[in-house]
Nanobody, 123 residues
Framework: QVQLVESGGGLVQAGNSLRLSCAAS????????MGWFRQAPGKDREFVAG????????YYGDSVKGRFTISRDNAKNMVYLQMNSLKPEDTAVYYC????????????????WGQGTQVIVSS
């Protein structure tokens, strides 16, 4: 079992930055891929960013490339999402996900999810 708890969401003006955090507990954190997804009202869940076990391999959705950065600290069982140059279209609930079936890239069928943290970007 893996428990995930997100934090760091909130209301921010367009152009500003926000950093999301996800604390993991349970299974050995350094052995599985992690990622972030988001879901806006009335829209499907969207892949935002993913990171492999070593923290070197990272992946991003097209809409956030160049603006968002994912990182992990295996010593602290934490994964982060640094969001810069935020836009109103980034408004969504952001979910942390763990995929214990892979060490590389998390997918939408990840087996553990956090409860989500709301991000609202005002124009």
């Amino acid at each position: 079992q893996v428990q995930l708890v997100e934090s760091g969401g909130g209301l921010v003006q367009a152009g500003n930055s926000l950093r999301l955090s996800c604390a993991a507990s349970g299974r050995t954190f350094s052995r599985y891929a992690m990622g972030w997804f988001r879901q806006a009202p009335g829209k499907d869940r969207e892949f935002v960013a993913g990171i492999g076990v070593g923290g070197v391999a990272t992946y991003y959705g097209d809409s956030v490339k160049g603006r968002f950065t994912i990182s992990r600290d295996n010593a602290k069982n934490m994964v982060y999402l640094q969001m810069n140059s935020l836009k109103p279209e980034d408004t969504a609930v952001y979910y942390c996900a763990a995929d214990t079936s892979t060490r590389l890239r998390v997918g939408s069928n990840a087996d553990y999810w956090g409860q989500g943290t709301q991000v609202i970007v005002s124009s």
